[in-house]
């Protein structure tokens, strides 16, 4: 029976071996500096003529604690995006290039609001860039 | 020599937006290089210029001056983009000798002139989006030169004062550490990027040349980087070496950059090595 210790071992210690996380996480500042930035984003999107069409009917109480999970947990951070994967999230939306850089710049500017240094935004600007293949449709 | 581009990263603050839907982000414009096409001051690079999306097209206008050791050289030009896939450009080079043209017996201030029309076509990749992969952005171009003076370029040994370069560039934005490298294979018989004309009475032939290019993106408005860029040596009356320099790129907007470089140049025109300053003014949208 002592293979069944062993997975018992194992079972309970799966939050403790859950991978650390991510020093980028720490950079942004944890979970409150990224809270921080997702709030000066959505202030953002919600105002940029250039992404009226596609913010005008989300609701910001309910975008905003999914897109500060969604940024934590791209950042490695120890939280969890329940919402859908971003290909599923954007699909039959219109969504070009230009929405979607629009989107980055506004980030980079919550970012710099935020106190974040250049350097940092650009190692989470690396993680969300490829994402451009899913979240861009047209 | 029209500028150092820059690379780019997402840009800034994105105040043009703007009916032409300016997608792109600041520094991906890049420069117009001294052929005219989008790139870095010696060297041309991958991304199509302008900040056209997929969708939109862009343009560039470029003013450039190099003060050398003995000559001066300025070039102006526009280049525009087409949807992130083909760019055409245009570009006029003044050579103006100075006191060194009375040396080589062409009179002082002597000018030579060159003029480039060029296209450039994207391949395959993405500058800003392939951060999760090693694979750059790749693309081709075609350059066709024409220099003046031909008389003078016959007496000093080039073979034709025309010229077609082919290149395959690559270009990779390493985003997550601030870093831009650039590579770039081309095929020429240019004698001092053509303004001494094409070939001459040591190589009539084409040959494979080298630039490459690395870059430091320090802020959202500044990269700093050096460049190389080989050079055939075709012609005996004087010989050729490659040229090198340190640039530092200031992306004042979206539609204004500044280059300032040290350039060395190597041997031109048997007067010594031509180092100097390289000051480029860029406006895009």
Known sequence: ?138 | MAGFAALAVWGGRAEIASAQESGRLLETAGVSDVDGGGGGGLAQWAPITGYGTRDAIGANLHATYVGLTDFGLASAGASAGFYDRLEVSYAHDWFDTGSAGGRLGLGNGYQFHLDVAAAKLRLLGNLVYDQDSWQPEISVGVQFKAADRQAVLHAIGASSPDGVDAYIAATKLFLAESLLLNATLRATKANQFGLLGFGGDRDRDYSLQFEGSAALLLSRHLAIGAEIRTKPDNLGFAREGNAYDLFAAYFISKNLSATLAFVALGPIARQGDQNGVYLSLQTGF
């Open chain 1, 1 to 138: 029976m002592r293979h069944w210790l062993f997975v018992c071992l194992v079972l309970a210690c799966l939050p403790c071996t859950a991978p650390a996380a991510d020093q980028l996480f720490q950079d942004l500042g944890g979970k409150e500096g990224i809270a921080r930035i997702s709030s000066l984003a959505l202030d953002l999107y919600f105002t940029d003529p250039r992404l009226a069409d596609s913010f005008d009917n989300i609701n910001r109480a309910f975008l905003q604690p999914r897109f500060t999970a969604f940024i934590c947990r791209t950042a490695g951070g120890p939280c969890v995006y329940k919402g859908h994967s971003m290909r599923r999230a954007h699909k039959g939306l219109i969504i070009t290039q230009a929405n979607f850089n629009a989107v980055v710049e506004d980030l980079e500017k919550a970012m710099d609001r935020a106190g974040v240094p250049f350097r940092t935004q650009n190692r989470l600007l690396a993680r969300l860039a490829p994402m451009e293949r899913d979240i861009v449709t047209r």
